[in-house]
């Protein structure tokens, strides 16, 4: 079955260091997702990406993030200066559309990241 | 308000019996979609089942039934003969609007503990 991969699953950094973490959704998904949540706290919405641009964002996505598709299959979302409050698992999931069960997102394993 | 809104922050299951995770949300748009995700320990977020607001009968996927009711906004999962491995946090989630609107919100989520 189809699934959503996410490298590395565990990533340590130092603050200010930049990190990109990678994901590949499913091959015939058209909509892309980041997410993250924090140890404890619910999954909070970061980034919607369609047709090669953010179609939507949350608050949480300040000037620090960006996303990408370098090729057909990648996915990625890169953290420019990293915070300590930015450690969590970042999850990766994507769709087939927006409407009805193609609405469904699928989820990756996330990336665990630390700031130190 | 909170858009998700699950009230139970653990339960617990004797082993072959039924459980339902209550949750109710808010939303003034007419059209949503309501989902259920599983995350085990190891951290992954699996999907479970998915209810469009438009759809007449309530969603069902092997031993997960959504327990669909529209007027008073609540959408509970039952999962049926519970078995040792679905010991694990479950999240409410909804994606609410139209014109490609994507983001989905988590509630809180349930512990839910089955005992042998």
């Known amino acids: 079955e189809p699934e959503v991969t996410q490298t590395p699953s565990h990533q340590v950094t130092q603050m200010g260091q930049e990190v990109i973490l990678r994901c590949v959704p499913i091959s015939n998904h058209l909509y892309f997702y980041w997410y993250r949540q924090i140890l404890g706290q619910k999954v909070e919405f970061l980034v919607s990406f369609y047709n090669n641009e953010i179609s939507e964002k949350s608050e949480i996505f300040d000037d620090q993030f960006s996303v990408e598709r370098p090729d057909g299959s990648n996915f990625t979302l890169k953290i420019r200066s990293t915070k300590l409050e930015d450690s969590a698992m970042y999850f990766c999931a994507s769709s087939w559309g927006t409407s009805g069960s193609k609405e469904t997102q699928y989820f990756g394993p996330g990336t665990r990241l630390l700031v130190l | 308000a909170q858009k998700i809104t699950q009230t139970q922050p653990g339960m617990f299951v004797q082993e072959k019996e039924a459980v339902t995770l209550d949750c109710t949300y808010d939303t003034s748009d007419p059209s949503y979609g309501l989902f259920w995700y599983k995350q085990p320990s190891s951290g992954e977020m699996i999907f479970l089942i998915y209810q469009g607001s438009y759809d007449q009968q309530n969603a069902t996927e092997g031993r997960y039934s959504l327990n669909f009711q529209k007027a008073r906004k609540s959408a509970n999962l039952v999962i049926s003969a519970s078995q040792l491995g679905d010991s694990a946090m479950y999240f409410c989630?909804?994606?609410?609007?139209?014109?490609?609107?994507?983001?989905?919100?988590f509630g809180t989520g349930t512990k839910l503990q089955v005992i042998p």
């Open positions: 989630a909804m994606r609410e609007g139209t014109g490609g609107y994507q983001k989905v919100t």
